[in-house]
């Protein structure tokens, strides 16, 4: 597993992805009310080129209906449970539905694109494993209102380190 400390730094600008404190809070309240986030992607498209599968849920009637039935895919049945369709890929493995740069149903986006934040990469100093995100999370900054913060980052920074440098510790040597 690579950090952000053992990549190699391009030149490019950094890019400042808020407070840290309140970034983390609205974060937990995500998680723990199971409403899920609402992350902007403003110019970054990295992960709508890095060719994961989008699933879409049933309940998510506005986002179905915004998508032509063609470009959803059922999951090979070994993992199909039946609540969700995948959002095909295009052939170089972009999302099928980056049109021009930009997200073609961006008000009605999925669930899944709307949970998935790079900053919880960026706040735990971990990559993706995907170059292009991977290139955005080592660009990542965050603001720190006061010295409670840096030190929350710190903190969460060195028990990522912690769980790689004794991943045996955990069941199958898998880090959470």
């Known amino acids: 597993m690579q950090t952000i400390d053992s990549e190699i730094r391009s030149n490019d ?9 309140s970034w983390l ?6 998680f723990s009310t199971g409403q899920g ?15 994961y599968f989008i699933p ?6 506005s986002t179905r209906a915004a998508i032509h039935a063609r470009l959803l895919v059922t999951p090979p049945a070994h993992c199909d449970d039946g609540n969700y369709q995948l959002i ?5 493995g972009h999302c099928a539905l980056l049109k ?16 998935y934040d790079y ?17 955005q999370i080592a660009r990542g900054r965050f603001h720190y209102g006061n010295e409670e913060s ?16 004794h991943a045996g510790a955990f069941p199958e040597g898998r880090v959470p």
């Open 13 to 21: 600008h950094f890019r400042y992805t808020g407070d840290l404190q």
């Open 25 to 30: 809070q609205d974060t937990l309240n995500a």
């Open 37 to 51: 986030a609402s992350v902007p992607c403003g110019d970054w498209k990295a992960c709508c080129r890095a060719g």
């Open 56 to 61: 879409v849920h049933r309940h998510e009637w």
């Open 88 to 92: 095909s890929t295009i052939r170089c």
């Open 100 to 115: 021009e740069d930009a997200c073609s149903i961006y008000r009605e986006w999925p669930q899944t694109c709307r949970d």
């Open 119 to 135: 900053r919880l990469f960026a706040s735990s100093g971990l990559l993706s494993g995907h170059g292009e995100i991977d290139q």
């Open 150 to 165: 840096r030190h929350t980052h710190a903190a969460s920074r060195a028990t990522t380190g912690f769980g790689i440098n």
